[in-house]
């Protein structure tokens, strides 16, 4: 079936770096957009940023601006959400989700635990 | 920047209908799309471009859109319905994506 497969929790200290992996399957990886949703515990969802696996394009959020980059390995179906200069307050569930034809966000991966604590 | 704009809660009995709005400026030219999200779970897609429904989500669920408000309509609420909704749509450029802050809709 089709689904994404997110890499499992994160502990980091203040100023590291985390990199997120999410692995597409049951569905051609290069054919949708992936983006990246973060939800602090008990907030709302924040769109990151995305990536079309094809071309490796990518456009991201203004508050990510160069702390966030996108890439992928089309030979994995996979792609990774590096964030960098970590704070206390990137402490979150990331989520990867696929872009359908419709523009929705029609399958999203299990999600991610990202600790920032020193 | 862009915001899109619900009420943090919503409560209905079982058996009523509930509806939940988000207000955007942006609304009458970017599609606007509704989530639900269950406590540990990641968001589920309920609606799409304002009004479709994907398969599997169940009939009782639909969408509008009036000018700057899109509204997620929930006929004959269950149990099963509580749950936080989303909306999201872009900003009028459509190069960013925008999340509403989320209505907790709780069934009495």
């Known amino acids: 079936q089709v689904q994404l497969v997110q890499s499992g929790a994160e502990v980091k200290k203040p100023g590291a770096s985390v990199k997120v992996s999410c692995k597409a399957s049951g569905y051609t990886f290069t054919s949708y957009d992936i983006n990246w949703v973060r939800q602090a515990t008990g907030q709302g969802l924040e769109w990151m940023g995305w990536?079309?696996?094809?071309?490796?394009?990518?456009g991201y959020a203004q508050k990510f601006q160069g702390r966030v980059t996108m890439t992928r390995n089309t030979s994995i179906s996979t792609a990774y959400m590096e964030l960098s200069s970590l704070r206390s307050e990137d402490t979150a569930v990331y989520y990867c989700a696929r872009k359908d034809i419709e523009g929705a966000f029609d399958i999203w991966g299990q999600g991610t635990m990202v600790t920032v604590s020193s | 920047s862009y915001e899109l704009t619900q009420p943090p809660s919503v409560s209905v009995s079982p058996g009523q209908t509930a509806r939940i709005t988000c207000s955007g400026d942006a609304l009458p030219k970017q599609y606007a799309y509704w989530y639900q999200q269950k406590p540990g779970q990641a968001p589920v897609l309920v609606i799409y471009k304002d009004s479709e429904r994907p398969s599997g989500i169940p009939e009782r669920f639909s969408g509008s859109s009036s000018g700057t408000t899109v509204t997620l309509t929930i006929s004959g609420v269950q149990a099963e319905d509580e749950a936080d909704y989303y909306c999201q749509s872009a900003d009028s450029s459509g190069a960013s994506v925008v999340f509403g802050g989320g209505t907790k809709l709780t069934v009495l």
């Open positions: 990536m079309n696996p094809n071309s490796g394009n990518t």
